[in-house]
């Protein structure tokens, strides 16, 4: 089946911009990123939109779908009624470069400030050991394609700009527990979590792990844990003392 589709689309720049109005043949089978490149064939052609893999992988064509925060591609026209506007806005929590493209240079400044793996000096490379249950754990954290619709959703920031500074949002933050949870990383990250990078921002709204392309379970396995290793160091010095003695 072929149709045309209402699509609502934000053009503009830093400066200004408004929704405009198209209509854009869709196709059986089509994502709503085959009617934006098609918007762009025909009728915008200096729309601009960021994407590369058109498989889900690359996390670049992050943008909101009718308010949600979604990856373009990976969006199916069938999920919208024929005769539905379908409203396609740039993510609305990083700045406006142009058009759909937002500069997320936020994320790549969160990224550099957590101090990289760690491991014990004794050891060099070839002599890691871990168990496989600690391989699993780092695996589901590991699948993350950088899209930041995470950071994008996450409503410390997403109107505060005042509160980026202070926070690393939920994909850094699982980063940290990434690390704090691997056997092999000395170093003691929970500390830092709180006081550098925010962990108290978080109240556990799960909006995160919602949007999550990638299904991992942003809050249940990254950020409460994290948060109660936190709690542990905090308020339970026998606790504290345990976790270092017999932690590796
Ligand atoms: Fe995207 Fe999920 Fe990674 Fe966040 S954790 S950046 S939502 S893949
Ligand atoms: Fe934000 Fe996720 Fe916490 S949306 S408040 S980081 S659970
Ligand atoms: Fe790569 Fe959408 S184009 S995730």
Not at 25 to 35: I, T, W
Not at 140 to 146: A, N, V
């Amino acid at each position: 089946m072929s149709y045309q589709a209402k699509l609502r689309v934000w053009r503009g720049d830093a400066g200004s911009g408004e929704l405009r109005d198209f209509d854009v043949e869709a196709n059986d089978g089509e994502v709503v990123l085959d009617l934006i490149h098609r918007l762009q064939a025909t009728q915008a052609p200096d729309l601009a939109v960021r994407w590369n893999c058109k498989a889900g992988k690359c996390g670049s064509c992050s943008a909101e779908v009718n308010g949600r925060p979604r990856l373009l591609c990976m969006t199916r026209m069938s999920v919208f009624e024929p005769d539905e506007v379908i409203t396609v806005t740039p993510m609305r929590t990083f700045p406006v470069i142009r058009d759909l493209v937002t500069d997320v240079s936020y994320n790549y400044t969160k990224a550099r400030e957590i101090p990289s793996f760690t491991p014990p000096p004794e050891l060099k490379p070839g002599e890691y050991r871990m168990r496989q249950v600690d391989v699993e754990r780092s695996q589901e954290f590991r699948k993350c394609i950088e899209c930041f619709l995470c950071q994008n959703t996450c409503h410390v920031i997403r109107d505060h700009d005042e509160n980026k500074a202070a926070f690393a949002g939920p994909r850094y933050l699982m980063r940290i527990a990434e690390l704090e949870m691997h056997p092999l990383d000395v170093a003691d990250r929970r500390n830092e979590a709180q006081t550098e990078h925010g962990l108290g921002y978080c109240n556990i709204t799960k909006c995160c792990t919602e949007v999550c392309p990638e299904n991992i379970h942003i809050t249940d396995n990254a950020l409460i844990p994290m948060k109660e290793r936190v709690a542990d160091r905090r308020y339970d010095p026998i606790v504290w003392l345990g976790n270092k003695l017999f932690r590796h």
